[in-house]
């Protein structure tokens, strides 16, 4: 197949999608009444705000803002809400054994990632302890983050979600338990594996296969939950997180034992299913699930149906459809056919349509209540993710291109859009969440609100120094780098002030993740002063 006919079938096939699309818009695209954006809602809840993160203070400027916007103000049915409250009761403990781990891991991935970001312009230091050296501990914390913190905050937030958007009690949360168990002692074996020179020789595969069977076993047994409430739910509508979610936990699986099937994979194909799997675990498993809950928090804090429920499921399909061969881009002038990275080009700009489908979504559903974003922690946090998002899917689209890649490429560019994907949107998101779910998890509210904020701006303008200081270096390293006329060790050079612009972001990073750490235990250890508000009061361990 050569590369006129990849494109002229692109080209096809995007001309059938504008038509579909025109087609949805005729069939009321952008209704505002969709019976499924309301089914998180029980009657007469719309117009009234809720966050258990926000202070009663917050909570009141909410209400206002969104009562200007327009909204109505009937009383919410109190048999639906206390119904709600005891499948939060049934989510709790599971939910909160993987918030914990979750916790647990950001630490240890901040403090890994701070000492591999401080080697890059002070390579001499810990240089006698083997576990220590770049190779290993820079590989420590990629493994930390992606198979230990993101992943747990994104189980533990789907398992609470679960019950309440199925209107039924969390069936199997036993089974997603002992998940945990499984999963978290494979990443620790995996981890030591790693730190001792053990590894599969491949970026986001470093675990020895042997380890990532009881991953794989525990990945199962987490999703149980969802296909046992499923059976047993109430809500005859899948609200779309339902749809992310399962896609997600079914994606994920599929992935992991591919990539790591041993003895599958040999030479360039090995290289090309590991940029498959490196770039599909991002965008068909951290991203439906930080989406899945974007679309639950978002309307939730501001009482109102996202404005398109159509456009939702649009951008379902179309990133179902088109992310799957994206990852090729990251071959280009490698030993692979052309018409494979040609392919994953396409797809990569195509991977706008589902973008722009969500950013359109945001932008409806935040319009007129801008103003409400200030007062609830978990809408700052979310609405600066959903940005992100945008930011970085766009931004990929165009570093997929020939021209640009030829620059980006082998430089810090690339780590720097990598964490505007995992962190900037995936990692802002689940904080904004845990900060919603933690009080209904406790009955509980956050003791020290100011911590909040201290939590916010750190992570925020650590992330900014982080990601301009990585952008602007790895362009430079880029120019050097394609430049015959330079030396090689120009576009090393070059770098050393924006690496030590990266190591000051990432301390900023680790002291707001440290905050937020402590801000957590005080929570769960229920320390510190104790503030009632917008806590449904009542204890979700009793039996």
């Known amino acids: 197949m050569d590369t006129v006919t990849i494109l002229l079938s692109s080209f096809i096939l995007s001309v059938t999608g504008l038509f579909f699309f025109i087609w949805s818009l005729r069939r009321n ?86 000492t591999s970001s401080l080697k890059l312009h002070n390579p001499d230091w810990l240089t006698n302890t083997p576990w220590l050296t770049f190779g290993r501990i820079r590989t420590l914390h990629l493994n930390v983050v992606a198979y230990g913190w993101a992943p747990m905050a994104s189980f533990g937030i789907a398992i609470w979600m679960l019950p309440r958007l199925l209107k039924t009690k969390l069936v199997g949360g036993r089974y997603a338990m002992l998940g945990a168990v499984l999963w978290n002692a494979a990443l620790i074996a995996g981890l030591v594996c790693i730190g001792n ?55 994920f699986p ?31 498993f951290y991203t439906p699930m930080a989406l899945a809950t974007t679309y639950y928090f978002l309307p939730k804090v501001l009482g109102r149906p996202i404005q398109s429920y159509n456009l939702s499921l649009l951008g379902f399909w179309a990133l179902a459809f088109f992310y799957g061969q994206v990852g090729g881009h990251h071959l280009i002038g490698g030993p692979v056919p052309e018409w494979m990275v040609t392919l994953s080009i396409v797809q990569s700009v195509m991977m706008i ?107 925020v303008v650590g992330f900014a120094v982080y990601f301009v200081g990585l952008t602007i270096g790895g362009v430079l390293q880029g120019l050097a780098m394609v430049d015959a006329t330079r030396p090689f060790m120009d576009s090393v050079t070059v770098t050393l002030p924006y690496l030590e612009a990266r190591s000051v972001g990432g301390a900023l990073m680790t002291a707001g993740h440290l905050v937020f750490a402590f801000h957590f235990a005080a929570m769960a250890l229920r320390y510190g002063p104790k503030r009632t508000g917008s806590v449904i009061l009542g204890n979700p361990f009793a039996a």
């Not at 591919?258 to 991002?282: C, I, R, S, Y």
């Open 353 to 459: 349509v589902p973008v722009l489908a969500f950013t359109t979504n945001q932008f409806l559903t935040l319009r007129g209540v801008l103003a409400a974003i200030p007062h609830s922690p978990t809408l700052r946090f979310i609405a600066l993710g959903g940005l992100m998002y945008t930011l970085s899917s766009i931004q990929g689209s165009f570093e997929a291109l020939r021209s640009i890649n030829t620059i980006t490429h082998f430089t810090h560019f690339t780590v720097a859009h990598a964490h505007l994907g995992l962190y900037g949107f995936v990692t802002m998101v689940m904080f904004g969440a845990i900060y919603f779910v933690m009080p209904r998890i406790m009955a509980w509210e956050w003791p020290y609100p100011r911590l909040i904020e201290w939590h916010f701006w750190l992570v």
């Open 254 to 284: 599929i992935l992991f034992v591919v990539a790591k099937f041993p003895g599958l994979h040999f030479g360039v194909e090995q290289a090309t299913m590991n940029w498959w799997f490196g770039h599909n675990v991002l965008g068909l």
């Open 197 to 251: 020179g053990i590894n599969d020789g491949m970026e986001w595969l470093e675990i020895p296969w042997q380890l990532g069977l009881f991953m794989v076993a525990g990945g199962a047994m987490i999703g149980l939950p969802l296909i046992l409430t499923l059976h047993r739910r109430t809500e005859k509508h899948l609200y779309v997180s339902i749809w992310y979610m399962g896609a997600a936990l079914f994606w």
């Open 29 to 114: 695209l952008f209704e505002r009444n969709a019976k499924g954006a309301r089914t998180i809602f029980a009657a007469g809840e719309i117009g009234h705000v809720e966050d258990p993160g926000a202070t009663r203070a917050g909570i009141s400027a909410l209400q206002r803002v969104v009562a200007h916007g327009g909204a109505d103000n009937t009383q919410p049915d109190q048999g639906a809400l206390r119904a709600r409250l005891e499948a939060d009761r049934s989510s709790a403990k599971p939910a909160f054994i993987f918030l914990c781990c979750a916790v647990v891991w950001l630490v240890l991935a901040s403090f890994a990632g701070l």
